[in-house]
């Protein structure tokens, strides 16, 4: 299936008309500048629907790089420090993994999945994501849960996990080890948000994003610094909870919403999409909910290829070559690259007949490639008026070795023998960090740096920077709430005597009596999935107002009627409509604000 919506395969039978019309979009680009020239494209499409032109809808673009290479923001950093740090995270992770199945076989564990989206963590926690020093709320950042040995090992750099605890990873040892996933009942001054099973922490990230923007609006917290992020697998978006509410965020413009999907092509089983192209796949499915969407699929020493490409033949290419092939190219040699992917058209072979066998296989994935997420991140920070989502391209278990990386089985290696170990070191640049003598018992050791060191104190101030080390749980009960009144339920001590009452109607009535006291009412938050009418609670309507972030910019049809539906911006109701899943993250983004902001909400 193509979603791409592009016809670079088609043959040109005029390639003289063609280029007078290129020829004339390129000079009223020169003259008049993108926005003319975006008018007119977008006059000729009418034109074509006018005229009976089928057109296929452009919701996803050419398998590029959005930011192109002459637009992309200067990295302003030691990439080299920033590299090496890197690396110990990763060796610490991997490690951590081969240790715990060492000590207790079959206790589980994940390397290949951290190992493909390292760059896309380190990237944001040395320049993007905040913390909470200081009594901030810092950023909500959902991560993806099958790569918790990458948060630990950071860590354990950082000096807030100690040798012994990461011993205990995914060991039940009384509150000394480190759980299998994110889980704040597990680790409650660690993990925020639980995100495993697949699809919670998509959907509970576009839900808390929400309620930011909820308690900004009723003037309850100041929520306007606070970003969420959301870290999600390509595989994953299979899970309907992953996509199933993306409309929300792009309706309420929820600018303060950044998903990054790591897209490594592969599940547990094989490809997500062998015959497909899963980036194309995602890039029409958020494109058509109304997200912004930036693509980095080709790191940086792709730029010079892509160039050099003046007639396409590059990117006809990268188009229409499958994800399932380009899970071959990251297993073969630069040999077979270079005759299956660059071989059949003498064009592509000349474009790269500079570079070595080596340097064609190491060619690298954009979501590999620091300057590359930067320049996305940045982008995706600054955007304004809509949810934006970045599509990384990368490799699974990368940097594991041959016998890991790419492999179908990936997702199910828990071990790597002596001589692979020793591998991975090397691939790491770690000869001076670990001899070969640490490695001859089997036994890998870890790896931290000493405080004074560059990286040490790289890492230290980059964080202070940020306002604090993350992932982090702070609760602060700083913002004391008091109880209700008694007389709240005074009416309800009585019981009904002899006349029937509802359950539902005596709880109609209890909320109404709660979100009128004065001492808890602007903290109670209704829920309500599109059923307030059927059990009586659309007198409420009228009363505090539905929340809606755009207000309400109509006339309702019972706007002449004394319980009329009213929707405002500072409205109390969350209306959901029907979405039980929906609801639930409501709930739980209410019900932890206690923690995430420093705010009690009694979520209904």
Known sequence: MIFDGFVQQVPDIDPTETGEWLDSLDAVVDARGKNRARFLVAKLLERCRALQVGFPATVSTPYVNTIPAEEQAWFPADEHIERRIRAYVRWNAAVMVLRANKAAEGIGGHLATFASSAALYEVGFNHFFRGKDGGLAGDQIYFQGHAAPGFYARAYLEGRLDESQLDHFRQEVGGGGLSSYPHPRLMPEFWEFPTVSMGIGPINAIYQARFNRYLRNREI???????????????ECDEPETLGALSIASREQLDNLIYVVNC????????????????????????????????VIWGSRWDELLARDTDGVLLNKMT????????????????YIREHFFGPD?????????????????????????????????????????????????IKGWTLGPDVEGRNSTHQIKKMLGPAIKDFRDRLHMEDEISDEALESGNPPYFRPEPGSAEHDYMTERRQALDGSLPRRVVRRSRQTNVPDDKVFAEFRQGSGTQAASTTMVFARMLRNLVRDPQVGKRVVPIIPDEARTFGLDSLFKEIGIYAALGQQYEPVDADLLLSYRESKSGQILEEGITEAGSMADFTAAGTSYATHGVAMAPF
Not at 320 to 334: A, I, L, N, P
């Open 264 to 295: 490594n092509l592969q599940r547990l089983d094989g490809p997500v999409r062998g015959n497909g192209k899963i980036i194309q796949e995602l890039e029409a499915v958020f494109r058509g909910a109304g997200w912004n969407v930036i693509k």
């Open 320 to 335: 229409t070559t499958v994800d399932g092939q380009f899970q071959k190219y990251s297993v073969e040699s630069g040999a």
């Open 221 to 235: 917290a100041d929520t306007s610094a606070s970003k969420v992020w959301c870290f999600v697998g390509d595989g």
């Open 346 to 394: 003498p064009r592509l072979r000349r474009l790269v007949e500079h570079l070595s066998d080596d340097e064609l296989r190491t060619l690298p994935r954009g979501g590999h490639d620091y300057p590359k997420l930067y320049a996305a991140y940045k982008a995706a920070v600054e955007h304004q008026g809509s949810p934006t989502v970045i599509l990384a391209k990368t």
